[in-house]
């Protein structure tokens, strides 16, 4: 399989089993340079397995995965770290340290820049640091630099996280539900944020969400997976809540389904964030 100049992530009949379950079933996603795709469906969707093949933590049962022209699950150890120093992830639970301050969780980022461990502020090059408060000042917590990263709010401490990604200087970021946490005026700021600096940048982004609203307003394109498989593959322009819908293996025909079955879509969600705290696998 041949990269085209335009194409960074290819994923081609991938199906991945655990046991007796099919996580993903022959599912084929093309995403462009430039690109910002969301991954829409529910819990148990296949949404995050999927996020973890582009990012090789998961390898396929069957079919190929290519980032950046390189064949993910033939990389070696080392071949894999340079490749993920190219591709940031952001994780719905933001996964900092919660004893260090703003600026030394967001310096974590450079961590594979640099040679031998880090331990406090200081054992950091000063050109890192001042990159660091440059990140943050983009997502607006300059003022906090100093703060224990436990202090901060949800929205403020996932702008953090991405604050800690942009310290990789990457081509791709993946955001795995990155607002699934969050209340939703919090919501609408992270991810309008994450929008911009993915423009300013140039960055591709594959985002995770199960949010109809967040997505069809946010992405240029929506990815539907249902049990595992493709079934919507659409430009979000244009598109309507009720084609969204059917996603979900529902067509609603009035707007009390449609607002019923939203609310179903944010129970759904509020279930997901629960089992992901409580260590339960959906």
Not at 62 to 79: C, F, S, W
Request: aromatic residues 4%.
């Amino acid at each position: 399989m041949s990269t085209t100049t335009s194409s960074v992530i290819q994923v081609s009949g991938v199906t991945k089993d655990f046991g007796s379950t099919v996580a993903l079933r022959d599912v084929d996603l093309t995403v462009n340079r430039g690109e910002v795709v969301v991954l829409l469906g529910l819990s148990g969707s296949g949404k995050s397995t999927l996020l973890r093949h582009i990012d090789g933590l998961e390898r396929p049962t069957k079919g190929t995965v290519e980032v950046l022209g390189q064949h993910v699950p033939k990389l070696r150890a080392k071949e894999l770290r340079r490749l993920r120093g190219r591709t940031a992830m952001i994780f719905q639970q933001f996964e900092l340290v919660p004893s260090l301050t703003v600026l030394e969780n967001v310096l974590t980022g450079a961590l594979a820049q640099l040679k031998g461990p880090k331990l406090g502020i200081w054992a950091y090059p000063k050109s890192f640091k001042q990159r660091a408060l440059q990140h943050l000042d983009r997502v607006g917590l300059l003022e906090k630099a100093y703060q224990r990263a436990d202090q901060l709010s949800g929205g403020q401490q996932q702008r953090v996280a991405i604050a800690r990604a942009l310290m990789q200087d990457p081509e791709i970021l993946l955001a795995d539900e990155p607002v699934a946490s969050l209340d939703p005026e919090s919501s609408d700021q992270v991810m309008r944020l994450i929008r911009e600096i993915a423009a300013d940048d140039g960055l591709t982004v594959v985002c995770s969400l199960h949010q109809v609203d967040l997505a069809l307003g946010w992405g240029d394109r929506i990815i539907g997976l249902r049990h595992g498989e493709v079934v919507l593959n659409t430009p979000a322009l244009g598109l309507s809540k009720e084609q969204v819908m059917e996603i979900y293996g529902r067509v609603a025909t009035t707007t009390t389904e449609l607002t019923a079955i939203e609310a179903e879509l944010v129970a759904n969600g509020a279930a997901a964030e629960a089992a992901a705290m409580t260590g339960t696998v959906l």
